[in-house]
């Protein structure tokens, strides 16, 4: 794993159905494409062996179907799918649809985060024993 940060912009515009947003993060403990699908395209019905996926609808509509029927999904909806699930993700329009698909296969460490009061500070704690540090000022405020 790399250090430092990376930055990439999501371009649903670009003509292409999948932007592999983990290679361009350099992220390699999950998967992370984005899927921009137009009104009647369709992906490959298809399962995983150890991998779990995260559908996250960004824009319009998404159909997953599944052996056990179609899971209609709206923009702000997330859904999980276990590997062993056949699906396949359609768009019967009217506009596009834009997901953010993650996946992984590894347990997750959910308590490896440490959290400091400021930048200068040396000692670490967990997050959820320092409280949130209050709002900025007004003047710190985009327009």
């Known amino acids: 794993m790399d250090s ?10 670009s003509g292409e159905r999948f932007q592999p947003l983990r290679r361009d993060l350099g992220v390699t403990s999950f998967g992370m494409n984005l899927i921009t699908l ?14 779990e996926e995260v559908m996250l609808v960004l824009e319009g509509i998404l159909d997953v179907l599944t052996p056990d029927g179609v899971v209609e999904l709206h923009a702000n909806d997330v859904m999980r799918i276990a590997p062993d699930v056949r699906r396949q993700l359609v768009n019967r329009g009217p506009g596009r649809t834009v997901i953010v698909a993650l996946g992984g296969s590894n347990e997750h460490d959910g308590r490896d985060g440490r959290a400091f009061a400021s930048f200068d500070d040396a000692e670490a704690k967990a997050p ?10 007004a003047s710190d405020l985009r327009g």
């Open 38 to 51: 137009q009104p009647g395209e369709r992906g490959r019905v298809h399962e995983h062996v150890r991998q």
């Open 128 to 137: 959820q024993d320092l409280p949130n540090p209050e709002p900025l000022p």
């Open 4 to 13: 430092g940060t990376s930055v990439t912009r999501l371009d649903p515009d």
